[in-house]
Each structure stands twice: as C-alpha cells, then as structure tokens.
C-alpha cells in the first residue's frame, strides 16, 4: 500500500499542473505561451541545469555517465525510430525521426524524478536532460532542416549552463549560497510553467493520421522503457538512479520537437510531429505510472 501512496504523491502534482494548463487553453484558445516559451529557453533552463547539477550533490562521475547512458538510450531510440519509419513507408523519415528520438525529459520528466527521488533524482535527471537540451538544438535543428547550423547551439543559453555545471563539477566548485537560492526558485517556477504549457499544447496540437501516430507512439513509450532496462542490465546499474534512466526512457515525445519543426520542416512534417506529441502524451498518462511504479518498487 505504502508503494501506491508514493506513486500517487508523485504523479499528482504533475498530472495536476497539466490539468490546469489543459483548463486553461480550453477555457481560452488563444492563450499565448510565448512568454513561457521564452523564459524557459533563455532563463529557466538553464538555471535548472546549473542548480539540479551543481546543488544536488552527484558527481562529475554520475553526470557524465548518465550522459554517456543516454546519449547511447537516443542512439537505441533512432535505431528502432527509423524501421518503424521506414515500416510506415515514411517518404521523408529524417524530418520525422525527431519526436522518436528526443523525448520529454525536461517538462515531464525532471519533475516527476523530483518527486519520486527527491535531490539526488532531480541531479541525475537534470543530466539525462541535458543531453536531450543539447540535441534539441543540434541533431534536431539538423533533421527538421536537413542541414546543421552552428549559430543555434551558440545562441543557445542552456548549452553555456551545461558546460559551466560540468566545469563546476568536475573542479569540485562550490556555488555561492545567492546563486544556489535564485536558481532554485527559477528552476520550480520553470517547472510549474512548463508542466502549464504542456497541459495548453495539448489543446492546440492536432492528431492528422491517427494510425501513423498511434504506432509511431506505441514505440516511443513501449520500446523506450525496454531499452532503459537494457541499458540498466548491460551496466548493471542500481538504486535511485537506475530509476531515473528508466523514467526518462518512458517520456512521451517533446513538444519542443514541434516547435523546432514548426520553424523549420513542412507544413505536412509539422501536422505529423503534432499528432506524435499529442497521442504519445496521452499514452504517458497510461504508461507512465506503470513505469514509475516498476522504478519505485526495484530501484530505490
């Protein structure tokens, strides 16, 4: 019984801070995001990166393993993405990898890890993140546009957090007490205005080939926990931070993918990212306490 009271302190808030977005686009169809979008992207990312990695107490070790760990779980994920692709006929599957190979760690992900393992999961979570921050403005900039631009990593504020967090890390810097306070409170209202905007996103993205997204989905959160307890078996990893890779194997598809396709892919790749988002996210909502479940009960 203890193991289901658990479970639910973790998933509520979560769920329940989508549900407010979810009212909240309803009751009005043209509620901006804008203004989240941005502050997340230049503000409170990257203040979540420096404070999750650097005040939480892991290791440059723990970090750059996991990193290492999920950098190898997106290799897994882009492998079994292109033959589901490629199964559908996909006539452009480079444009319409992304969504099955970048999934939501940091909005979905990062907080239920807090929840569900406190500080140290938040700093091994924030990791994972990272990775998948990096490749948003990288390989998925590349796939949606077919070409690589340099300037949007160096533009980029949470690529400078991520390497500034692992020059702490790894020189064993402690970070003044005003830094650690301020990037705290930045991280959580990211964290509430994140989980918002997923909640209003769901609103505005449309499902256009629901047997496409279906499928597509099916993999993204049924082959994604399978490959983390791969990875989990391969290394023979452990405890709370085992758990961490397998919740953030299971995540849904970014919406974050949908806005660097919107800005760069065809209005047919944009409708088609869309649906993946919003049926993967759905099913996350089935899938995802199975997995946190399975991860509260075996590594902890």
């Known amino acids: 019984m203890e193991i289901y009271i658990k479970l639910f302190e973790v998933l509520f808030p979560v769920f329940f801070i989508v549900g407010i977005g979810y009212y909240l686009g309803r009751k009005n169809p043209k509620l901006d995001t804008t203004f989240i979008t941005n502050f997340a992207a230049n503000i409170g990312t990257p ?44 006539k452009d599957i480079i444009r319409e990898l992304p969504p099955l190979i970048l999934p939501n760690t940091g909005n979905m992900g990062v907080p239920i890890c807090l929840f569900a393992y406190g500080s140290e999961g938040l700093g091994v ?69 994140i989980l918002m905007s997923l909640g209003i996103a769901l609103t505005t993205l449309k499902v256009i080939s629901i047997n496409k997204a279906i499928i597509s989905s ?9 490959i983390g ?21 299971s995540m849904p598809s970014a919406v974050l993918n949908y806005l660097v396709a919107s800005i760069y892919s065809p209005k047919k790749i944009i409708d088609s990212v869309a649906s993946t988002i919003v049926v993967s996210t759905l099913m996350s909502f089935i899938t995802v306490p199975i997995v946190v479940f399975f991860a509260l009960k075996y590594f902890s």
């Open 125 to 193: 979570s924030a990791a994972i993140t990272s990775i998948i921050i990096l490749f948003h403005f990288t390989l998925g900039v590349f796939l949606a546009d077919r070409k690589f631009n340099y300037s949007v990593i160096l533009k980029s504020p949470p690529f400078y957090a991520i390497l500034f967090s692992a020059f702490v890390l790894f020189n064993d810097i402690s970070l003044p007490t005003f830094v650690i306070n301020t990037t705290e409170w930045l991280m959580f209202a990211t964290i509430f205005l």
């Open 218 to 226: 099916c993999t993204r959160m049924f082959i994604g926990p399978m």
């Open 47 to 90: 203040a979540m990166i420096i404070f999750a990695v650097t005040s939480t107490g892991i290791t440059f070790d723990i970090f750059r393993n996991y990193f290492w760990y999920y950098f190898l779980a997106i290799c897994c994920f882009a492998l079994v993405g292109i033959s589901t692709l490629f199964f559908l006929k996909t």
């Open 229 to 249: 307890i791969g990875l989990i078996n391969y290394f023979n990893l452990s405890g709370f931070a085992a758990g961490v890779l397998l919740i953030q194997c």
